[in-house]
């Protein structure tokens, strides 16, 4: 029986929302093609996360532990992946298309001798491999791409499927995991976290997003004020990451973060296609504009046309109370 | 690369770009950039590599413009049904007996958006390697990078020779200037054909194939609000709730 295998990423010491989208998807591929859908976890502290994982069908999760991945590094993760693999040797192995993936993927792919295809929207078996979907051409069309292969590679982009619970007794397998010092290819010096307390982009139910018409302190606290009414994520345009207004880790768009959360509030963003390539996916998007053509309302559900900062005290307000 | 912003149409499947030309990948420009940079501090020598038609010696020229020292044109025909893990045993079979301090490259390209060129030619080079770089120091003949990662930058350290893939957030590539442009024709271009490098040519055949492109399925422009701003705000928050079901 072929096995269908799911890296399960933690990050911040939680469980990444789009591995366990990606394990929901690959359940329900096994399930159809009678193979067996399996999971592997690799973190310091990765067997408090089992049960987690559990919950999403897979029938085997393989756990490596290692208080060497307390933090992201690409030779240990590199190495545990190689050996995952080839103790495993699942036919499709599927990733979360995270930073810490980005950061291994091919490698892995070279190092396995294995077909990969990267940050797809969605992806099915076909006979002898896999066929996937991916947005190309500044994601301004989609190609359908197909590995031929008994080894194959693929990342999804986070909120591609939705989760699914299929609660399963899995089987436990503790892998062996050791790494000498000298094996280590590079140093962590340290982690400048920028984002702290914040909400994951990526793992986001709501994001607040500012544009270039957020121009001050007062436009970025009316920001932060909606964000928490939502308990939503912030994030921002490439102008206002580029200006140092936001972090750059905050930048939403084709070279920042690809998001796809319940709600999708775009504040003063005009909707350059470079940005709307990073947040098409969002099930609801709300604009606040005040100019009545920015291309951001071509994609949004409900387009306000005036200005933030006299839409925003009122929007918050009216939030508020239909919260409480 | 072909110019993802140059006008494009798919037919029963294919793809049709309006326009012929080649540019010079974003990403790979910031890596060009950065590679100027540094040898502006430190010295050195910056070398640029471009696998690509006879056309993409334009695309060459540009970096050569830039400030690069010179070049090596791997000639491909552009027929070849070529995906990344193809282009790195290229790129790796280049590398292998040369000498270098860094290989820097676009973290992915443009029009396919892959990424994993750069760490597929780290792992069959055996380097040290990092990926989507925001910033570059040298420090003790070490190169420090800065990276985005999933929570945080991480600053990671990393021995030469090694291989960084770079992030267009790391600085503005130069605009080259007319002297750039005189002094980049004088400058050399070495042609490499791919079969004098050793690779056994069934090696580079893909796993991978794009079989069609296709629209992507278009979102419906909603509804616009326009008016008092207190009275649409309100309405729409409303609408967020009852009708919506997101809050």
């Not at chain 1, 899995?170 to 962590?188: C, Q, R």
């Not at chain 1, 018409?213 to 580029?242: F, M, P, Q």
Request: charged residues 25%.
């Amino acid at each position: 029986m072929s096995t269908i295998l799911t890296y399960i990423a933690i990050s911040d010491g939680k469980l990444k929302r789009s591995s366990l989208e990606v394990l929901s998807h690959c359940k329900s591929l096994a399930d159809a093609a009678g193979a067996s859908c399996e999971a592997v976890v690799i973190d310091a502290n990765a067997s408090s996360f089992i049960e987690g994982i559990q919950k999403y069908g897979a029938s085997k999760v393989h756990v490596v532990e290692d208080p060497i991945f307390k933090n992201h590094m690409n030779t240990p993760l590199l190495k545990a992946l190689s050996k995952v693999m080839s103790s495993i040797n699942p036919s499709v192995f599927a990733f979360a298309s995270t930073e810490g993936t980005k950061d291994v993927l091919g490698a892995l792919a070279a190092n396995q001798n294995a077909a990969v295809i990267a940050d797809v929207a969605s992806f099915k078996l076909i006979d002898g491999g896999v066929t996937a979907k991916r947005p190309v051409m500044a994601a301004k069309i989609m190609n359908n791409t197909e590995a031929k292969s008994d080894k194959v590679l693929v990342s999804v982009r986070s909120g591609s499927y939705d989760l699914n619970e299929s609660p399963e007794s899995a089987e436990v397998v503790n892998i062996d995991f050791s790494m000498d010092d000298s094996e280590m290819k590079s140093t962590l010096r340290e982690i400048i976290s920028a984002s702290g307390d914040t909400i994951d982009l990526n793992e986001a139910e709501a994001i607040v997003a500012a544009g270039r018409g957020v121009k001050d302190e007062d436009g970025k606290a009316l920001i932060s004020e909606l964000a928490s009414v939502l308990k939503a994520g912030i994030g921002a345009s490439r102008a206002l990451t580029e200006s140092g207004v936001y972090d750059p880790s905050l930048q939403i768009g084709q070279t920042g973060k690809v998001v796809s959360p319940q709600l999708y509030i775009a504040v003063g963003i005009s909707g350059a296609i470079q940005h709307v390539a990073g947040m098409a996916n969002s099930k609801v998007i709300v604009a606040i504009n005040k100019d009545p053509d920015a291309p951001i309302f071509e994609v949004a559900d409900y387009g306000i046309v005036g200005d933030l900062y006299k839409v925003l005290p009122p929007f918050i307000e009216e939030i508020k109370k239909i919260k409480s | 690369m072909p110019d993802v912003y140059a006008p494009l149409q798919i037919k029963e499947g294919e793809l049709i770009m309006d326009a012929d030309r080649m540019v010079l990948n974003a990403y790979d420009a910031s890596a060009v950039e950065e590679a100027l940079v540094l040898k502006e501090k430190h010295g050195g020598e910056v070398e640029v590599v471009c696998i690509g038609p006879a056309k993409a010696s334009e695309t060459i020229r540009k970096a050569l413009a830039m400030g690069a020292d010179k070049a090596t044109h791997i000639i491909a025909s552009g027929d070849e049904e070529y995906d990344s893990a193809s282009y790195a045993k290229i790129l790796s079979a280049f590398f292998k007996d040369k000498e270098y301090d860094v290989i820097g490259l676009g973290k992915q390209s443009q029009d396919t958006d892959s990424g994993l060129t750069g760490s597929m030619v780290a792992e069959h080079l055996s380097l040290p390697y990092t990926t989507n770089a925001v910033g570059l120091e040298v420090e003790n003949g070490n190169l420090v990078v800065k990276r985005q990662g999933d929570s945080g930058q991480e600053m990671i350290e990393l021995p030469t020779p090694c291989a960084v893939t770079c992030s267009n957030d790391m600085n503005d590539p130069r605009i080259p200037n007319l002297k750039g442009i005189m002094a980049s024709k004088r400058k050399p271009i070495d042609q490499v054909e791919i079969s004098s490098l050793g690779i056994d040519e069934t090696e580079l055949q893909a796993d991978t194939k794009v079989t069609s492109y296709e629209e992507k399925p278009a979102r419906q422009a909603g509804k616009k609000y326009e008016g008092e701003a207190e009275e649409v705000a309100r309405e729409v928050a409303q609408l967020l709730d009852t009708e919506a079901n997101v809050l």
